[in-house]
């Protein structure tokens, strides 16, 4: 927990220096919320399989009825106009729209999201579409998932799916969000949904992961009769070595490489970069690039969403002294700070994110940034009227936003912030024990209580504003 609840000295004034044309907004995930998987001929994905997995959740907890924002989602959206923000970033279903994976289109289904966009600019708030956020129809996970390259093709079918009933309201695309996560915690390190441990498979993912944004990107900008804004989310952190040891220093280079590099290098530059093809070659991997796919994948897009939780230090070393673990695999610890964690055990590191801001704008310059998620789960006690006074939360935000303003300060063009989440959620294999929400969950009734997070987040947008 953090040791004050309060701001270091400047943060308000930091947070004060946004322009008025900083975009202000929520975000939350399908999955995470929507429950009524079985409603309206919604598809099998293969989070609904994942959570059966005997010890793969928490608690067992499950998906299936989550926040049933499926059915209150008028109420949630009037709850965000009491916030304040300018915009709510939600991911589509893709079994809801196309059940299968492959094929047409479900109106049911995508009747939902279609209601929402009504509900939302009729609140006057922008909606942001993210097309896919880790629910794969278990089917095409049965046909090979993400390693297999079809699934990059059959991505961008469903994407214009989606685009061709939205794009006449929605402005706003995000293809994929955190293909990191998708890659190697579930085809990795098996801890996400579908579960796989091969680290080939991961590295194949990757690959067909960017394909499929790169060709939605295409379709999308070809067939857009409106002004879009197309992009991708990235989850991130700044790598720092434990120490100045050439083992340390090589273990951030690493790391960086298969967190960062290996996604904004050929997004932006068109090319793997060639440390990391090294690294993978001497693991006996290989990217499968075909002609062409380099062109595609690196599309010019409009916007780079950046999720931020905590930066990491690491070790090249391991507490017996090796550098080589048993597998052959180098040795790449993660090290304490020795910071105030969050209920998620992530050190609380502001500072690092100014410093990825930064860098991100350095390296990879001419492309609009947006903060897409950043939050914090906390041990939320809420009082007998379920009131949570989350002064924890409320100071993480703070000294985040603040440190957004800074980076923008050393030059990176940061457009806008999207606090994770709006409500407490399903958070995948931790189930619902972790709350990131500014508004309380009862999941017992279902009600919502806003949390002092809400009521300051709702202040710091007018107060940002001038209102
Ligand atoms: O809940 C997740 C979200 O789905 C993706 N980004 C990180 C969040 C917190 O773990």
Redesign the pocket.
């Given at each position: 927990m953090l040791e004050t609840t309060a701001a270091p000295a400047g943060v308000d004034e930091l947070i004060a220096s946004l322009p008025p044309s900083f975009r202000w907004g929520v975000a939350t995930?399908a999955y995470?919320i929507e429950g009524a998987v079985h409603e309206d001929g919604r598809g099998r994905s293969i989070w609904d399989t994942y959570c059966r997995v005997p010890g793969a959740i928490d608690g067992g907890d499950i998906g299936d009825v989550a926040c049933d924002h499926y059915h209150r989602m008028p109420d949630d959206v009037a709850l965000m106009q009491d916030l304040g923000i300018d915009a709510y970033r939600f991911s589509v279903a893709w079994p809801r729209v196309q059940p299968g994976g492959r094929g047409g289109v479900n109106p049911a289904g995508l009747a939902f999201y279609d209601r929402m966009v009504d509900e939302l600019l009729g609140r006057g708030i922008d909606p942001w579409v993210t097309l896919y956020?880790?629910d794969l129809p278990q089917e095409l996970e049965d046909a090979g998932g993400w390693p297999v390259r079809d699934t990059a093709y059959r991505f961008a079918d469903y994407a214009m799916l989606v685009f061709d009933a939205l794009s006449d309201r929605v402005h706003a695309w995000t293809t994929l969000?955190?293909p990191l996560?998708t890659a190697m915690l579930g085809y990795y390190r098996g801890v996400q949904a579908p579960g796989r441990r091969d680290f080939g498979a991961a590295i194949h993912a990757v690959h067909h992961l960017l394909l499929g944004h790169g060709l939605a990107v295409q379709r999308m900008r070809a067939a857009a009769a409106n002004p879009v804004q197309l992009g991708i989310t990235l989850?991130t952190s700044s790598v720092s070595p434990a120490t100045g040891s050439p083992a340390d220093v090589e273990a951030a280079r690493r790391a960086d490489g298969l967190g960062l590099r290996i996604y904004l290098d050929p997004l932006v530059h068109g090319a793997y970069p060639a440390d990391v093809i090294e690294d993978l070659e001497v693991r006996g991997v290989r990217v499968p690039v075909q002609d062409g796919d380099l062109a595609v994948i690196s599309t010019p897009f409009d916007s780079l969403g950046i999720?931020y939780?905590f930066s990491t230090l690491v070790s090249g070393v391991d507490s017996t002294g090796r550098t080589v673990d048993a597998d052959g695999v180098p040795v790449e610890l993660d090290v304490r700070y020795g910071r105030p964690v969050t209920a998620?055990d992530w050190e609380i590191t502001p500072d690092g994110f100014t410093e990825l801001l930064a860098r991100i704008g350095r390296d990879y310059p001419g492309i609009p940034l947006v903060i897409t998620?950043n939050?914090a789960?906390f041990k939320d006690e809420p009082d007998e009227t379920g009131f949570v006074r989350d002064d924890d939360r409320a100071a993480y935000l703070a000294a985040h936003i603040a440190a957004v303003a800074r980076a923008r300060q050393a030059g990176a063009d940061v457009r806008g912030y999207f606090v994770?989440?709006f409500m407490d959620?399903f958070?995948?294999s931790y189930g619902y024990d972790?709350r990131?929400g500014l508004i309380r969950v009862d999941y017992e009734t279902q009600r919502r209580i806003p949390k002092h997070s809400a009521h300051w987040y709702r202040d710091t947008i007018r107060r940002v504003r001038g209102a």
């Open positions: 995930s995470q956020h880790w969000n955190e996560c989850n999720n939780y998620m998620e939050g789960a994770w989440s959620n958070e995948w972790k990131f």
